[in-house]
């Protein structure tokens, strides 16, 4: 298929490293001076099938999907969406990776097909990691939300179909409630911030790699399964929502975060983490691949 990549910035080239990885045609457009050659760096992929036109309509005339990139603006979504309503073939999908903004108001910019028009939600890198949110607006047909969904899955995505339109979408909410209570504690003096990243990374984080939050819970839970756990930890767990923290970003707060990463990480070379998270990441991901039921 010919996939159309509007705006190459981080998340435009990592989409362009995995189209091409599946032996799709990719053309790229970006309107930022050097564009093409940061692209043609950042993509780690054979680039035999990638062409870059600055031409935006150009890119997306012949396109079968279309993935845009572009900045996290309002005013700019509008333009670029307003150019690719008007550009695209009419039963093209045009997927938004848009992080924040709503789909529905992001095809208010499409006058001539707005049907089409869904947010396409990846996590960085998208070229290794699966999720992909798929978030229809009031205004998507069901054929669009059923082709992103077949598309992602073609490339080995794992995407969600989300059944209502929020901000933040469904992954970076619950990041959001983990780092609410992180900063909260942080906050209280109940744990040191080192403290609270070993508390996930070398406790609960390792299940949740493996399987969400409800199945974890439900496998805790024995022969009863998730109904007994509910049972007897259900009463106890509502007594911690209640005590839950809602922090404030005040300066004495961000200071103390600050503060605990620096004295986290002294000593260790940040170059090192970063190349060992992303080695293990592959290894996890290619191990996962290779089970029956992860
Ligand atoms: N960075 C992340 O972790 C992340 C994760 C998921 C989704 N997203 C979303 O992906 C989108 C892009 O984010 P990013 O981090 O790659 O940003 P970025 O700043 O790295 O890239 C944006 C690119 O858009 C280009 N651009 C500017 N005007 C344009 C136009 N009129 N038409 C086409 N391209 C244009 C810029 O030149 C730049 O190359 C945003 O909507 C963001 O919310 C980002």
């Known amino acids: 298929m010919r996939i159309a990549v509007v705006g ?8 362009t490293t995995l189209f091409l990885r599946y032996g799709h045609e990719v053309v790229a457009t970006d309107p930022a001076p050097g564009a093409e050659a940061r692209l043609r760096a950042a993509v780690t992929a054979d680039q035999t099938r990638l062409t870059f036109t600055a031409d935006l309509a150009e890119a997306v005339a012949d396109a079968g999907f279309v993935q845009e990139n572009g900045p996290e603006r309002p005013d700019l979504k509008d333009e670029v969406f307003a150019a690719l309503d008007a550009a695209a073939p009419p039963g093209t999908v045009l997927a938004s990776s848009s992080s924040g903004l709503l789909p529905s108001r992001i095809q208010r910019a499409c ?3 707005p049907e089409r028009v869904l947010v396409g939600h990846p996590f960085n890198p998208p070229h290794l990691i699966p999720l992909v949110e798929v978030v229809p607006g009031e205004r998507t047909g069901e054929a669009a939300v059923e082709a992103a969904m077949r598309f992602y899955r073609g490339l080995g ?3 969600i179909r989300l059944r209502r339109e929020l901000p933040g979408h469904v992954a970076n909410r619950l990041q959001a409630a983990l780092w609410r209570e992180a900063y909260s504690l942080v906050d209280r003096g109940a744990a040191s911030v080192a403290d609270i990243d ?3 990374a070398h406790g609960p984080g390792l299940r949740w790699a493996l399987l969400g939050p409800f199945l974890n819970q439900h496998l805790s839970g024995g022969a009863g ?3 007994h756990v509910l049972e007897h930890l259900g009463p106890p767990m509502e007594e911690w929502w ?4 809602a922090p404030r970003l005040t300066p004495e707060l961000t200071d ?3 503060q605990g990463v620096a004295e986290e990480l002294a000593g260790t070379a940040e170059a090192g983490l970063v190349a ?3 080695a293990l990441l592959a290894l996890l991901l290619d191990a996962k691949n290779r089970t029956d039921h992860l």
């Open 198 to 200: 070993t508390a996930i």
């Open 242 to 245: 209640a005590d839950l923290g």
């Open 111 to 113: 006058a001539a097909h």
């Open 157 to 159: 995505r794992r995407p």
């Open 256 to 258: 103390k975060i600050t």
């Open 276 to 278: 060992e998270r992303d």
């Open 225 to 227: 399964g998730i109904a």
């Open 8 to 15: 190459t910035g981080v998340i435009g080239a990592s989409w």
